[in-house]
């Protein structure tokens, strides 16, 4: 029986090519981008839950609130997690780590492995008894229990030993430090919030801190920092919880414990423990949990609406298998026959869709990785958190896609059909109506997304932030250049270069994403102002064309020692203004500045965040040696000068290779996740615009084929073809404009909520929506049109003798 129900399903199947091909292309469409969407989404929420214990770890962070700003510490000192175990029986075990992801060192395995690398970390030797990660080599209950000591990464195994076995070899870091290698471990997946390519014993890390505390504090004061309890320190803190509640009673133990100097002294400071699993979207992924959520309801309208297709079709064409239906009846088939038969229909239908929606996923996989910059393991798909939804999904399609045509088509009575009765009433119409309402108001919201998604980008990108970003190139230095011989003659020889228009400098990267923080206060007021700080030489402001609120009198006011600069949002919290500017300013250094002059606000982050205050620090250049900046002249050749800048660096020695980047570049990358989200978004319009032409297409198709004879008689009568093309989408075009008609408020609430989400946005205008009106409408009168037109011109005697 079930042969013969497929012999019938695939009989179908080819004999309705058109309406099989409708069917299965919009459902292989909707399910490739279900899948996508699914692996993105599972990856997300799959982050750090492969450890063992991963439910019962978690992470400290403190919170420490200044005025209207949160800053979030996440490293707390050497000895916090001792304290916390100590006062805490919930507490089974601990791990500290520091990872250097922001900057790169040499490591060197012998003279022709030596590379500079960034993710070399430090450890306890709890981590591993703490965290699951799989120790290849080396055991996992005392590796990193000797100083000096050092696990490798599979990956930086290979890099450096080759083949060898690395164990009981050697590696230098930073050119001085000598480290044995004690344990390989596998590469940290990449749904891991920890990220590392060496750990080392902490000790080494506890040397290094004392060193460089005791290059400018004393013997007594140095301890008091090394041995402090508090958030004052350089490792993230993990604890192993007896049991995954316990974490709300060890937070509140905490503030007793801490040091003199590290007590909680506002309400509005407090440790958190975020739990491991959670973390990824605790902290600082709020925007991208969001959009993880919007690109999971996306999938879901976008499947729906290819399933919504093959709905649609399937009943149209009820009258088509009426008949059979009915003969099978009086021959005595039962009902739950024919539902099993139109099961397996819809099931060999998902089915073809679904292999070809597993190729398009294979083909688009690469650009949608490379639009989200989504960094994923190739083995992730072969996962549970991958394919077990991915299964769901397509059982989920069989089942919606088959259980309204199959009651339907199953429910029909014999004796109705065979008097030409077809007995469906209008439910079922009105039914296929509404699918198609709902097709249109979710694509037509997708479009205005898409426009006002473009609009604000544009905002972003081509708005005038007041700081030349144009044809500025930035050029990493650090102590390995020997600054204190070559910098003058180095920056000298950059601006001597032909197409160098100026050369400036400063002690932290332009749009880096970090700032100093420190507090600013007039002499004559108590209130205190929050500000970042940015050291600069004399020649930035010029440089950079950023403009002056209110410029200094004295020529020389940028060249004199302790001179400061703070911008409008400064000046303006602590009242300053042109008549009284020229005053110190306390920075908590007992030593007040000279306030020079205004300038005019610029964003020094992202237009997701207010303007915040910040204070420029002029000083001589010989100071500000981390990043030099050129401004090359319009007519220049960019390529032909950078080759030129690497050989005057090249020409030092020196063995950090030339690091440089663009300002612009720099900036768009502030948003370059919503750049990638935008293009994502409008990848899934057009989709959804796809999939939902594909399904007005078979329609019109279909009214076309049923109304053959009717538009012959009106031909016959004189009927012309503009007036049944009018009669035959007009039908569409209703139903088209009630989906925009309920898309407008739908995306108007959606949008409106998204663009709060930054400081600086656009306001949402009609002219959006007429935009999105007239696209949508242009595209449906497209699809129904040949369709339309094709009937109208046919030969009336045909349409008259067809049946």
């Known amino acids: 029986m079930i042969r013969n129900y497929l012999k019938i399903a695939f009989r179908n199947l080819w004999h309705n090519r058109l309406f099989s091909f409708i069917n299965i292309a919009g459902l292989a469409t909707g399910l490739a981008v279900t899948l996508l969407i699914v692996l993105y989404v599972a990856h997300e929420y799959s982050f750090d839950r492969f450890h063992e214990h991963a439910d019962r770890i978690v992470k400290v962070e403190f919170k420490h609130q200044e005025g209207d700003q949160t800053y979030t510490v996440p490293w707390m000192s050497y000895r916090f997690a001792e304290a916390v175990q100590q006062a805490s029986p919930e507490v089974e075990n601990y791990a500290r780590i520091k990872v250097g992801s922001y900057s790169t060192k040499q490591i060197m395995s012998d003279v022709q492995h030596k590379n500079y690398e960034s993710g070399f970390g430090f450890a306890d030797n709890r981590f591993f008894e703490v965290f699951s990660f799989p120790l290849l080599k080396g055991d996992r209950r005392t590796v990193l229990s000797r100083p000096n000591t050092v696990v490798l990464t599979e990956r930086m195994a290979k890099k450096y030993f080759g083949n060898a076995d690395p164990i009981g070899k050697t590696i230098t870091y930073d050119k001085k430090h000598l480290f044995e290698v004690v344990g390989v471990v596998a590469d940290p997946p990449l749904n891991s919030s920890i990220q590392f390519s060496f750990l080392a014993n902490i000790e080494a890390q506890r040397a290094m ?18 041995e402090s309890v508090g958030a004052t320190g350089s490792f993230d803190t993990y604890f192993l ?82 008949k059979e239906v009915s003969v099978r009846k009086v021959v005595g088939a039962a009902r739950k026959s024919l539902i099993v038969q139109f099961y397996l229909e819809s099931t060999l239908y998902v089915t073809l869709a679904f292999g070809f929606a597993l190729v398009f996923f294979s083909l688009l996989k690469p650009f949608f990785y490379n639009t989200l910059q989504l960094k994923i393991d190739t083995s992730f798909v072969s996962t549970p958190y991958f394919w077990v939804p991915a299964i769901g999904f397509y059982f989920v399609s069989i089942l919606f896609s088959g259980s309204y045509p199959a009651l339907l088509l199953s ?18 119409a009105t039914l296929r109506q509404s699918l198609t309402v709902f097709q249109f108001t979710i694509s037509i919201a997708l479009i205005i997304g898409s426009i006002l998604i473009k609009e604000q980008l544009d905002l972003f990108l081509r708005q005038n932030v007041g700081l030349e970003r144009e044809r500025v190139i930035g050029i990493r230095l650090d102590d390995e250049t020997g600054i204190d011989k070559h910098y003058s003659s180095l920056r000298a020889n950059l601006g001597q270069i032909s197409g160098v228009e100026a050369v400036t400098a400063s002690s932290l990267p332009i749009y880096g994403g970090y700032m100093n923080g420190l507090n600013l206060k007039t002499l ?13 030489d004399k020649e930035f402001i010029k440089t950079m064309r950023v403009q002056w609120a209110i410029a200094p009198t004295q020529k020389d006011a940028l060249s004199s020692k302790g001179s400061i600069i703070i911008n409008e949002t400064a000046a ?33 982050t992202s237009l997701h965040q207010q303007i915040r205050p910040m204070a420029f620090f ?9 990043y030099i900046y050129v401004k090359l002249a ?21 063995e950090r290779p030339f690091d440089y980047y663009f300002l612009d570049e720099a900036y768009q990358k502030l948003y370059d996740y919503e750049i990638s989200t935008g293009k994502i978004i409008f990848a899934f319009t057009g989709l959804a615009i796809l999939i ?13 084929e049923r109304r053959t004879k009717e538009i012959g008689i009106r031909k016959v009568l004189g009927a012309s073809v503009a007036s049944i093309v009018g009669l035959l989408s007009g039908e569409f075009l209703k139903l088209v404009l009630i989906g925009i008609v309920l898309a407008f408020p739908i995306a108007y609430y959606f949008l409106t909520t998204w663009l709060k989400g930054f400081a600086y946005h656009i306001e949402i205008t009609w002219w959006y929506f007429a935009i999105a009106a007239l696209l949508s409408l242009s595209i449906a009168l497209l699809t129904i049109s040949y369709q339309s037109i094709k009937a109208a011109l046919m030969d009336p005697v045909k349409s008259l003798k067809s049946e």
């Open 524 to 536: 004559h007021s108590a209130k205190v102002v929050s500000a970042n700080s940015f050291p600069v």
């Open 209 to 226: 801190d004392r060193a460089m505390y005791s290059s400018f504090m004393d013997e007594k004061q140095t301890n008091e920092q090394l």
């Open 692 to 704: 939902a032409c594909l399904g007005l297409f078979g329609l019109t198709a279909f009214t076309a």
């Open 634 to 654: 319009k007519n220049a050749n960019v390529q032909e000068k950078l080759a030129v800048m690497k050989h005057v660096y090249d020409s030092y020695k020196v």
């Open 411 to 428: 429910n029909f009575t014999p004796i109705s059909i065979l008097k030409g009765k077809l007995g469906m009433g209008k439910g079922t």
């Open 572 to 604: 303006k919290e602590l009242g300053i203004n042109v008549k009284n500017y020229q005053q110190p300013i306390d920075i908590g250094s007992g030593t007040p500045k000279n306030l020079v002059g205004v300038v005019k606000d610029f964003p020094f």
């Open 241 to 322: 919880l007896k049991n995954a509640n316990a974490a709300a009673n060890v937070a509140r133990k905490i503030p007793s414990l801490l040091s003199e100097k590290a007590k909680i002294r506002s309400k509005y400071d407090k440790y958190y423990l975020y739990a491991l699993p959670n973390y990824h979207f605790d902290t600082s992924y709020k925007s991208v949990q969001k959009t993880v959520n919007t690109f999971g309801i996306i999938a879901v309208l976008i499947l729906s609406l290819a399933l919504i297709n093959y709905v649609s079709l399937t009943t149209a064409r009820a009258t088509i298998r009426a």
């Open 618 to 626: 002029i000083g001589k250049n010989d100071l500000f040696h981390e």
